[in-house]
């Protein structure tokens, strides 16, 4: 089974701190996700990386950026955490290979529940 | 990717069929339907995924219609853990990421 691990379950954090949200999967997939997660506004994707070391923008960026170092770690960093980023953050992986038509499903941890007080 | 529209809410009683509806009157020809679901206070879990010909794994069986612009994922025996909410996701192949909507809220009624 794909296993996709989250480092925090609950993370309780101050306005301006530096926030890193980790998350590893054990199935060498290339492709890894950040999403956030609020009631009404349903999953959103923060950031992507299809390799190490590249990333794309998702569709709400502002206020975050990640890293991968190794293939199997992906980091989101909170620079100067706000209120405004208190959320469920849910990273994923998988999704196939970008330069082959293989298309396979993501898998997701069970999310970092973040609260900035 | 193809938008998605599903009822918001569905009741289930326990031990039957669950069947819920998805229609995607947009979807191309390269497009996937993929199924998610969310139990509360975890992560999305992955049911099931299709291009045209039905499918059936462990977890749910999906149909798709000829035309391709609706499907249905039934849950054959219904349990209390099966309440969640449920995605139906349209994907283009090889696309990287995953666009989800409101979902399906299901509820299993002992």
């Known amino acids: ?117 | 990717d193809a938008k998605t529209t599903q009822p918001p809410s569905m009741d289930c009683a326990e031990g039957r069929a669950a069947n819920l509806p998805c229609n995607h009157s947009t979807i191309s020809g390269n497009e996937y339907v993929y199924w998610y679901r969310q139990i509360h206070s975890q992560g999305p879990q992955y049911i099931i995924h299709g291009l045209k010909n039905n499918e059936t794994n462990e977890m749910a069986s999906l149909i798709i219609t000829e035309d391709r612009k609706s499907s249905t994922l039934i849950l054959p025996h219904a349990t209390l853990r099966d309440t969640a909410v449920y995605y139906c996701i349209v994907r283009a192949q090889g696309a990287q990421k995953l666009v989800f909507g409101q979902g399906t809220r299901l509820t299993i009624n002992p």
């Open chain 1, 1 to 117: 089974d794909v296993k996709v691990t989250q480092s925090s379950r609950y993370l309780v954090k101050r306005t301006g701190e530096k926030v890193f949200l980790e998350c590893v999967q054990d199935m060498d997939h290339e492709n890894m996700f950040w999403y956030r997660q609020d009631p009404g506004l349903g999953l959103r994707l923060i950031y992507f990386s299809y390799d190490v070391k590249m990333k794309e923008k998702g569709d709400i960026p502002e206020g975050y950026s990640v890293s991968r170092e190794k293939k199997e770690r992906f980091s989101l960093i909170l620079e100067s955490a706000s209120t405004n980023q208190t959320s469920m953050y849910l990273c994923a992986s998988g999704g196939g290979d970008i330069r082959s038509s293989y298309n396979s499903p993501l898998h997701f941890g069970n999310g970092t529940r973040l609260t900035v007080t």
